[in-house]
């Protein structure tokens, strides 16, 4: 057993995990950040996705004491209180889930991926970026529609406030 | 149409939750006291168990029980069944294999689960189930369904001699025959369709908490019809009477027919939370699916469709041999029977067909219904073959196919459906307009030009849905009805709860229901809530599969609403005094039609429960219900377009366009529709070129992580370009026909037949990998 503390969507948080603990299960069974999801054994879905330190990690594929000391965000805290995250906002608009299990994942991986492409982005490089999350009901079509929507919101919004 | 009404691109309600993290799936669910159980499995395809020795695994820290098969048995709960009844031909019962929820003398396939343990944690129990020593001694065995029936293959059930669970026909081989005897031309193929696995992105969970001051059982549990499942554990499984047995299927997430069955893990956590005393919760990990998810599909059929001089088809005679698994799912035996031979003419006028299908037991996950469900099977093998034929005559494939559709409705086939309604060459044209059929040539020698093999394939399917006519399925052997409950509350500030018997884990329900509602009393969708998936709240229910939600369970609640309508008409007329007739309900007003009178929907709920002012003789209230019984299935069809472009170097095939023109009847939310299409379509090209489940001759599977099995990704698949037409259903009151499945049964043939057009040769065997592309353009085998 390790005590560890992060810092998880603003807040600071500590407890105690056993070294094999996974972030993901420390986020879903100690915190009750349940929103984070594990769909897969090998590190492949991407449905447990979330930010550490700024940067989308799979928290299946990191030991819950290697996240001592950082700082997290998951899909509970990316809105800005009731104001959804304009990613959140275009999967509802373009209907980018269905079952919701892969949504969380998808989310934050999509937020991730505008930040990494300062320059935009197109049909082809969203696909290529979505390599590591896997969703089976929507095809994607509608996923890959919303976030080329999102990042047109938040790339207009980024000029305005330039502008401004 | 109202901006939220029937027909309208309304944004989901249920997605805020979604979004924001704040589903609640089964592995959410805590409850005090809580623990967790894991499974020790089979590491055998076959084998006799020897010894069980628990007795290191039971002294390991936190744990609070490990219990097995012989325990179980001793319990009195029973074994898993399948609930369709088969009939040879001979007129003999199917042969059904025990099932135990835990096996207790013999293992049947990898997987097969031997002693669950109980811990404090997941992990202690993990390590728990390390330490149980089980002896096994291993037996040969059988994982490929026509090796299964040769006298050489290992007997898998005392039950089923030769591992022959059925020999079943359908259609008249005499009339069938004489078509092929005196057939101008003949098309023969073997068609392999070959196995998947679901892999819904939530992996099966359960959780069972047994009450002991009130001894009544609660199994939360991934499930796309808790009302059966309840139905099963307690008339069958033994768990416990109905009324001390309460499901819950909360948030699912995806089930593609998977999460339609009673596993034994539902009920072993019920039983085990009685025996160890605490809750238990179990959640499969990846591999664990793959292992004992029921899978899908694996038929290897002959076909032989006869033509005569005018191309014209006189006759459809297929063999099937369908690889049923290690034991036989809940509805297993329907899938390459009824829901297959029934559905071999396609969209095409074929005076006789006959079909024999073998179902067999090989050592392997159980295979039951997956997206599609037998239709799938049935259109593959179709329209390979009408491609096949096209080529072999020298004619278009559009134009045989036209020359062959039927036109005139109803039409009765000669395997048992009776089309209502349908414009197939209406969806052929409009799929190959989308394509630009005509600019392929070009497209073709532009590709040649950049060392590129382009090939387009098409395919007409229909499917038979809105499962379905609660005698007619009796009369063919189901256990059960396939009617749908609903429960209209109106509140007595008019609000509306909707309860429903079908379930959504994707469909959005809580979204297309509410529509339906808002279409009627114009009552916003934010003011109607959608209640599903809880045996305590909705009395019973059949599910969600087979594309029924809209057509059964729509229909229920319509029908629900019919009566509240006319209750409410009653109150509204009583208030201002007018004629009941002349009532009508416009903009979330009741109003005397033609006059500026009237009351708000609320005041006239308020009414019905303040009870002050109802017409004489009327019972206070407005709640009703209403259970809708089909009188026919529903027949979804449509025209999908593939165009591949294969590089030779590589074998890689890139899809660069897809085309799906269906016709759904009428349609309550196009955004979700076309949401369904899109992912049936992605599961159609996953099943087409990347999902291969292989087992090993020793019955080990090859294929059980996402390392192995090729989950479709965003970067295979290309932006779809659907299109609706919508010839209302007659059968039901609502018009619509059902969409949920199509995109599975369309789209393999049409990949197919793309490819095989690109290279040039008759066939090649799914999935059509990079290496098996590859092999087939060098002409070498794989
Ligand atoms: S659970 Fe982390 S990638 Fe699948
Ligand atoms: S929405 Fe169900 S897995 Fe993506």
Known sequence: MSEISLTVNGKRVSGAAEDRTLLVHFLRENLGLTGTHVGCDTSQCGACV??????????????????????????????????????QAAFKEHHGLQCGFCTPGMIMAATDMIGRHPEGLDEATVRAELEGNICRCTGYHNIVKAILAASETMSSKGKVRQAA | MGIEGVGARVARKED???????????????????????????????????????????????????LTGKELKADGIGNLICGWMIHSKDGSPMKMGAWSPLAFDRVRYVGDAVVVVVAETKGQARDAAEAVDISYEELKAVVDAPKALERSAPQIHTEADGNLIFDWELGDSTATNAAIKAAAHITRMKIVNNRLVPNAMEPRAALGHYDKAEDHYTCWTTSQNPHLARLVMSAFYNVAPENKLRVIAPDVGGGFGSKIYIYPEEIICLWASKKTGVPVKWVADRTESFLTDAHGRDHVSTVEMAFDKDNRITGLKVDTIANLGAYMSLFSSCVPTYLYATLLSGQYDIPAIHANVRAVYTNTA???????????????????????????????????????????????????????????????????TAADYAGFAQRKADAANR?????????????????????????????????????????????????????????????????????????????????????????????TYGSRSGAVGMSAVAKALDKVEAKAK???AHLLEADEGDIVIENGALKVAGTDRQVP???????????????????????????????????????????????????????????????????????IVEGQVHGGIAQGIGQALL??????????????????????????????????????????????????????IGSPPAVINAITDAIGITDIAMPASPSTVWAAIRGTKH
């Open chain 2, 601 to 671: 929907w609320f005041q006239m709920a308020l009414a019905a429960y303040t009870a002050h002012n109802l017409p004489s003789g009327m019972e206070p209230g407005l709640k009703e219900t209403s259970f809708y019984d089909p009188s026919n299935f529903t027949f979804p069809a449509g025209c999908y377009v593939c165009e591949v472009e294969i590089d030779p170097d590589t074998g890689v095939t890139e899809i660069v366009q897809f085309v799906a023109a269906d016709d759904f009847g009428n349609i309550i939310n196009p955004m």
């Open chain 2, 451 to 543: 060392g590129k093999l382009r090939g387009i394939g098409m395919s007409c399917y229909i499917e038979a849905c809105g499962l379905a006519p609660s005698a007619a399925v009796g009369s063919l052997g189901a256990g059960v009805g396939l009617w749908e409950s609903a429960e209209v509350r109106v509140n007595a500030a008019g609000t509306i709860e909707v309860l429903t018997g079908s379930h959504s884990h994707g469909q959005g329900h809580e979204t297309t229901f509410a529509q339906l509602v808002n279409q009627r009393f114009g009552v916003s969708i934010d003011s109607v809530s959608i209640v599903h998936g809880d045996t305590d709240k909705v009395q019973m229910g059949m599910g």
């Open chain 2, 691 to 744: 999902e291969g489940t292989r087992y090993d001759a020793s019955g080990q599977l090859l294929t059980a992580s996402y390392m192995d099995y090729t989950m479709p990704r965003a970067d295979d698949l290309p932006s779809f370009k659907v299109s609706t037409s919508n010839t209302p259903c007659p059968g039901n009151p609502l018009g619509i026909k059902g969409c949920g499945e199509a995109g599975a």
């Open chain 2, 366 to 432: 159980p295979v039951d219904a997956y997206r599609g469900a037998g239709r799938p099977e049935a259109t593959y093998l179709l329209e390979r073959t009408m491609e096949t034929a096209a080529r072999e005559l020298g004619v278009s494939p559009a134009e045989l196919r036209r020359k062959n559709f039927i036109t005139a409705f109803p039409h009765q086939t000669p395997v048992i459906m009776n089309y209502d309604a349908g414009d197939y060459a209406a969806s052929l044209d409009a799929a190959m």
């Open chain 1, 50 to 87: 979330i930010h550490v330190d700024g940067k989308a990690v799979k928290s299946c594929t990191m030991l819950a004491v290697q996240a001592s000391g950082s700082s997290v965000v998951t899909i509970e805290g990316l809105a800005d209180g009731a104001d959804l995250h304009p990613m």
């Open chain 2, 570 to 572: 009653k109150i509204a």
């Open chain 2, 16 to 66: 805020k939750r979604f979004i924001t993290g704040a589903g609640r799936y089964v592995d959410d669910m805590v409850v005090p006291g809580m623990k967790h159980a894991a499974f020790v499995r089979s590491p055998h395809a076959h084998a006799q168990i020897r010894n069980i020795d628990v007795t290191k695994a039971q002294a390991m820290p936190g744990v609070i029980g490990v």
